[in-house]
């Protein structure tokens, strides 16, 4: 069980990180150049549909609830809390909050 788990998790994660890097991929307007954030501004009413994927997948990047993310990093704080590991919880949640502002700066561009 434990190990359909993992690979739920892996299998999720991989989506959320190809899908975003994927869209991302998509705005390039050619090889030579990079996407930066004010690429984004004003996707939403451009491309609606390619901002709501993009936002989906930042937001389970970012681990909220009810997406795949969230769940994710519960599984792994949790198995950490039973093992003992207290402070590694407690550091994953620190960083998982910090990383929140990291992981929604292009759905606020957007």
Do not use: H
């Not at 550091?91 to 909050?97: I, L």
């Amino acid at each position: 069980m434990a190990l359909q788990r993992d690979v739920l998790c892996f299998f999720g994660y991989m989506i959320m990180t190809l899908g975003s890097f994927g869209i991302l991929s998509l705005l390039e307007k050619n090889e030579n150049s990079e996407t930066v954030a004010d690429d984004l501004k004003g996707l939403g009413t451009r491309s609606p549909i390619l901002a709501a994927c993009l936002t989906v997948f930042m937001l389970s990047l970012a681990g909220l609830p009810p997406t795949l993310g969230f769940f994710g990093k519960f599984y792994i704080f949790s198995a950490a809390i039973k093992q003992g590991f207290f402070w590694v919880s407690f550091w994953g949640v620190v960083s998982s909050a910090i990383s929140v502002y990291y992981d929604l700066r292009p759905v606020d561009y957007m």
